[in-house]
């Protein structure tokens, strides 16, 4: 075994980090492993999952998004860690440092910006009502088995556009406040902490659900596959969510790539923070439908499932505000460790290619959203009746950003690294220049990412687009 500060000498790429002042990273092997898993689990565990989950079918759908995060999403995840290591620089500089010809593959890192953009108008959004959730929540003002009063509640909120303005804004602010605290004091130290919390609560929720009578159904839903429910659509939501969950295909992860230890394995990494987001994922949906069947209420209520058919869910339990408030504690404190990562992504980049200090380049990058992310808040009320395609500007960023911008940069990042960046300086990131013994699994997933990852993700892209019709 050669020790880390000789890998590190040898890592391709390390050359350009002396042009680099020193720079923060994440310092244990568990915090890079828990802080690249606090960017996975999000809202996408316990908002998206469970509403396409319940709008697709059900157990169809989770086989679609299993195969998708085996076969695309981890191939994709590595391919960007392994990028970002060895460049140890933001996304579009690492793009730019780790082509080896004029070629313009920094683009990718930049569609990773602007993928950044349209995340986070609407998940400050979303995450945004989840925290105005805890205190309705609390109030005790959403506990209601009436359909009515529980869309009264919401419709009040989101068509409110000051309040849909105001706690985007407080979202932000909380955001930004970890990340102003750096690499290591603030995304690792914070998630290391919310991931346990998280998942203790989750486990609380889950087992409350699970012994209610009438259960099973439920399970049912979840882990029963029809077939007749496979379509283009479910197929490319199935992808789509598997590069949402996994935080990649906009350089989120090869910004905390750069941000890992040189003797990190990252095929391991990667391997763990896969199976330890679709178990929360699915922890998720086994807290949430055998409570709504048990209870008589549909599983497909779309993006307002958390916020409508939740908290009626709740009111038919015993103790159920309690578990309520629970509830939206843990689905805020999930989406802090996702949307750390996102604004990362910018601020990384305006800090050190626009050469502006880390503080003043947090800053910007808030306000950047705040006013990009107004679009998205004020598409219930002010700007309701702007639509693009048909959807509202919180919806058109939803759907193009999983659905279109992350597969194609998942694409070009399998097709930069399996042709352009090449099989040598790929073993090298992915086995420590020979120090990991992991050859065979090296060379199946270089495979992949040359071979199928790429092709997969452009006929379901396709496919989902309507080409094949
Ligand atoms: N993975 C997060 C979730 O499931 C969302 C997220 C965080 C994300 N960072 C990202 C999605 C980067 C795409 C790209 O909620």
């Known amino acids: 075994m050669s020790s880390s500060s000789q890998a590190s000498q040898q890592v391709p790429g390390s050359e350009f980090k002396e042009k680099l002042p020193l720079r923060d990273g994440f310092s244990t092997r568990l915090g890079v492993v828990l802080a690249t898993l606090g960017s996975a ?29 085996l076969l695309i999403g981890i191939p994709v995840m590595v391919s960007e860690l392994a990028i970002g290591r060895s460049a140890r620089a933001n996304a579009v500089d690492s793009m730019r440092t780790s082509t080896p010809n004029k070629a313009p593959w920094w683009l990718i890192g930049a569609l990773g910006i602007l993928s950044a953009f349209l995340i986070m108008g609407f998940y400050t959004e979303v995450a945004g009502w989840v925290f105005a959730y805890i205190f309705k929540a609390m ?7 009436s359909s009515e009063v529980t869309t009264a509640a919401f419709t009040s909120l989101v068509t409110n556009s000051v309040l849909s303005l105001v706690w985007q804004w407080v979202d932000l602010v909380i955001v930004g406040a970890v990340i102003l605290f750096g690499v290591s004091k603030g995304i690792e130290r914070v998630t290391k902490t919310l991931i346990p919390v998280l998942l203790v609560l989750l486990i609380v929720v889950a087992i409350r659900s699970l012994t209610l009578p009438g259960a099973g159904e439920g399970l049912e839903f979840l882990f029963k596959p029809d077939l007749s429910k496979v379509t283009a659509s479910t197929l490319l939501a199935g992808v789509g969510l598997a590069f949402f969950k996994l935080s990649i ?38 807290a949430i439908f055998p409570a709504v069947f048990a209870y008589g209420f549909q599983p497909d209520a779309g993006p307002s499932l958390v916020f409508l058919t939740i908290p009626s869910v709740f009111a038919s339990m015993p103790a159920g505000n309690f578990f309520m408030v629970i509830f939206f504690i843990l689905t805020f404190i999930a989406s802090i460790g996702a949307q750390v990562s996102l604004l990362e992504v910018l601020v990384s980049y305006v800090n050190e290619h626009l050469k502006i200090n880390r503080k003043a380049a947090t800053v910007y990058s808030m306000l950047g959203l705040a006013v990009f992310g107004s679009l998205a808040a004020l598409s219930s009320s002010l700007l309701s009746n702007i639509k693009l395609f048909g959807l509202t500007f919180f919806d058109l960023f939803d759907f193009t950003s999983s659905n279109i911008f992350l597969p194609v940069g998942g694409l070009f990042i399998c097709i930069f690294v399996g042709w352009v960046w090449g099989k040598e300086k790929f073993f090298a990131a992915l086995t420590n220049n020979g120090s990991l013994n992991n050859q065979g699994f090296v060379s199946f997933l270089f495979f992949l990412i040359r071979f199928v990852s790429p092709v997969l993700v452009l006929l379901v892209l396709l496919n989902g687009l309507g080409v094949f019709a």
Do not use: C, E
């Open 249 to 286: 295909g906009m350089g989120a992860m090869i910004t905390y790539g750069s941000y890992f230890r040189q003797d990190q394995n990252i095929s391991g990494t990667a391997l763990r923070v896969a199976f330890s987001d679709m178990s929360i994922a699915l922890l998720a949906g086994v």
């Open 41 to 69: 689990v999000g809202l996408g565990n316990i908002w998206k999952f469970p509403t396409l989950t319940g709008s697709s079918g059900g157990a169809v759908f989770i086989i679609i998004y299993i195969i998708s995060v």
């Open 139 to 145: 109030s005790g003002s959403i506990l209601s088995t």
